[in-house]
């Protein structure tokens, strides 16, 4: 006779059990960035997205402009 296979119940509390202990796993893998490289990152994304948007409203008013002079042609 066949084992009976466990409730439904059971087996996700396995399968959440086993997902918990894999994450804590890898999380001790990681290789956490120093205080200096996240400061150092977060000032190179800040100045990015300042360059990147001074273009964009450049652009935009350009754009504005001419399609403002081509309608009081």
Do not use: C, D, H
Not at 55 to 66: Q, Y
């Amino acid at each position: 006779m066949s084992e009976k296979k466990p409730n439904i119940f059971v087996r996700a509390a396995k399968k959440i059990g086993s997902y918990f202990r894999e994450l804590k796993s890898e999380t001790k893998k990681v290789s956490w960035p120093s205080f200096k490289q996240v400061r150092n990152n977060t000032g190179i994304v800040i100045a990015a997205v300042l360059i990147i948007g001074a273009f964009i409203a450049l652009i935009s008013l350009g754009f504005e402009a001419l399609v403002g002079a081509l309608l009081n042609i």
